[in-house]
């Protein structure tokens, strides 16, 4: 069984400031694991992918997520956050290429960023 | 070039009325997942298509639940005799060959009044 913990529903920053996006997860098997972004009225965009390659990924839109196995852990940061970042993010873990395909998401955080 | 579309893109019916959702995905892709997403509930899987199969429908929540893909492309969920707790965004997502990424249509959002 597969599930994900996302600390903090809502996150504010300022702009220009770092953002810090916590999610762990549980997981039988060697994880993959994604982090998703949602804008307001449309679907999920992929932000990028931990598929048991590199362990420092490099997504879209400037963000990267750090994979730390001893930690359960795949958070997700941004050096420098813009108004167009606001937006909720899910993270989320699949079985890898020969386990479970379906998705299990956290719950979601808001980000919001302030002027 | 096409993502994955979604039909209707709002869906109101009755309680009791049967609804058919349609997901046109990415072409070439040959697996399809449908979600659900709700306030209540949060994002959770329903069903995996790899072509026209689904080896897994373990989230489906219940009989009244359905759906098929047919040429290993258009897919449709049926729900019949809705319910209110039936009211949600419904996602569909389409990968490659390479199953690690899905790619997510814009949701149908369905209320049952």
């Known amino acids: 069984a597969q599930s994900v913990t996302q600390l903090g529903s809502h996150v504010s920053v300022s702009e220009g400031a770092l953002v810090l996006l916590r999610c762990n997860y549980s997981?039988?098997?060697?994880?993959?694991l994604f982090w998703y972004v949602q804008y307001p009225n449309q679907g999920l965009q992929l932000l990028l992918k931990?598929?048991?390659?590199?362990?420092l990924v490099k997504g879209i839109n400037g963000f990267e997520a750090e994979f730390k196995k001893s930690e359960t852990s795949f958070h997700l940061t941004k050096p420098s956050a813009h108004m167009s970042d606001a937006a909720e993010y899910f993270c989320?873990?699949?079985?890898?290429?020969?386990?479970?395909?379906?998705?299990?998401f956290g719950s979601g955080t808001r980000l919001q960023v302030q002027p | 070039g096409a993502g994955v579309s979604q039909s209707p893109s709002n869906k109101v019916t009755e309680k009791g009325k049967d609804v058919e959702l349609r997901c046109d995905p990415i072409?070439?892709?040959?697996?399809l997942y449908w979600y659900r997403q709700s306030l209540g509930q949060g994002l959770e899987f329903l069903i995996y298509f790899q072509g026209n199969s689904a080896p897994d429908k373990s989230g489906l929540p219940s009989d009244r639940f359905s759906a098929e893909r047919t040429g290993g492309s258009v897919s449709t969920l049926t729900i019949q005799r809705t319910q209110q707790e039936d009211s949600a965004v419904y996602l569909c997502a389409s990968s490659p060959t390479n199953p690690y990424e899905q790619y997510f249509g814009p949701g149908t959002r369905l209320t049952v009044t």
């Open positions: 072409s070439g892709h040959t697996a």
């Open positions: 931990y598929t048991s390659a590199a362990t």
């Open positions: 997981s039988s098997v060697p994880p993959y």
């Open positions: 989320a873990v699949t079985e890898g290429d020969t386990g479970r395909r379906a998705l299990t």
